[in-house]
């Protein structure tokens, strides 16, 4: 089977070296000129709004999946037309618009940080004045690892944030004081099956997430499946989704979904006994889905910007890197480690090694 990737990057990597033990080929479809998937597969180089590329392209696969939210859905729905592709044009949209996710939420009574459509500096004005300060002014579109955003802590910061962001459509949401930060990786299977890994819990720094780590047998395990379920069957979802969530004392609120595999779910590689990116390839191509229990504790660091010295990392026990063979830059996501133990003790003395080594 031939499955073609919308995307080239780190994710659509991972999906690649999953699916090509079980026989899968990949068509990677990107407007870059060498993303860092191309030596898993073929590249067809192409904008996402060339429909002639994009014929070419679902002509050449079996099936299509996507690796990031901000692919039009415009491209999905021409897409579908030619060759399934999951997740579906629903998520994406829903995904891929911060306002309508929102409303999404709130249909479907997920709790989730008060939030205003913004589209005048007049309106901010508003919306400040009936959500509070602090709040967060965020583009409704193109807003990912932090992009697109502004914190409002006064009402000295409306000009600037105004100048920076005005020109968008925008959602202004109330900045929560939340608790931790947690994720949970939901997969349905086309027939409705769904299963769910162990939550992650995450930590952001400038938006971007910098360290993530698996918790198995988390007391919030349980109400993170039940909005995440809700979301799933809502938009008769096929492949691995993961929903960001703050928790607030025993309260969780949803932060945004991502309809595709995740960052905070990378630990599953070496941590679970089967990968989310295996897990998303069996969902889409209709094959039985993996078990997605722990095999020990797991955490995750994120490379930013440049590549550490591997010397000293991989002196570390339990220590597996992955490096995405991109050029490093200022912010960029060049690669990652993951620290595995099946003793506690010991992973938590790894853990702390592994942070001061980076």
């Known amino acids: 089977m031939i499955i073609g990737v919308l995307g080239g990057g780190q994710l659509a990597r991972m999906l690649a070296m999953a699916g090509l033990p079980l026989g899968f080929d990949f068509v990677f479809y990107d407007p870059a000129p060498d993303p860092c998937a191309a030596p898993l597969g073929k590249h067809m180089r192409g904008e996402y709004s060339d429909r002639i590329m994009l014929s070419r392209f679902a002509q050449r696969v079996d099936l299509v999946t996507y690796e990031f ?89 409306v000009g600037r944030a105004w100048v920076m962001l005005g020109g968008f459509s925008l959602v202004l949401e109330s900045l929560v004081a939340f608790d931790r930060e947690i994720s949970v990786l939901g997969v349905r299977s086309q ?30 395990q349980k109400a993170a499946e039940e909005l995440a379920g809700k979301l799933l069957r809502h938009l008769d979802y096929v492949g691995v989704l993961a929903l960001e969530l703050f928790q607030v004392g025993s309260t969780l609120l949803a932060n945004e979904i991502a309809p595709r595999v995740h960052n905070s779910g990378h630990w599953t590689i070496e941590g679970a006994m089967t990968s989310q990116f295996e897990n998303h390839l069996r969902a889409i191509t209709g094959l039985p889905l993996g078990k997605t229990s722990v095999t020990g504790h797991s955490a995750v660091v994120n490379f930013i910007g440049r590549q550490p010295d591997l010397v000293a990392l991989l002196g570390l026990r339990g220590l597996h890197v992955h490096l995405y063979g991109k050029a490093e830059r200022p912010g960029r996501k060049v690669g990652h480690a993951t620290l595995w133990s099946r003793s506690g003790a010991s992973f938590k003395e790894g853990c702390r090694t592994l942070l001061s080594l980076l």
Not at 201 to 209: K, R
């Open 191 to 220: 027939a409705g099956e769904i299963l769910y890994y162990p939550l992650s819990e995450n930590v952001h720094h400038e938006g971007v997430l910098r360290f993530s780590k698996s918790s198995p047998q988390d007391p919030e």
């Open 69 to 157: 939210e901000n692919v039009p859905a415009e491209c999905i729905e021409f897409l579908s037309q030619i060759t399934p592709v999951h997740p579906g044009a629903q998520a994406l949209a829903c995904a891929g618009d911060r306002l309508r996710e929102k409303s999404v939420f709130q249909e479907l009574g997920i709790p989730a940080p008060a939030f205003r459509a913004v589209d005048s500096l007049p309106e901010l004005n508003a919306a400040i004045g009936e959500i509070g300060l602090p709040a967060v002014l965020k583009t409704r579109t193109l807003g990912y690892d932090g992009k697109g955003q502004f914190i409002l802590r006064s009402r000295d910061d």
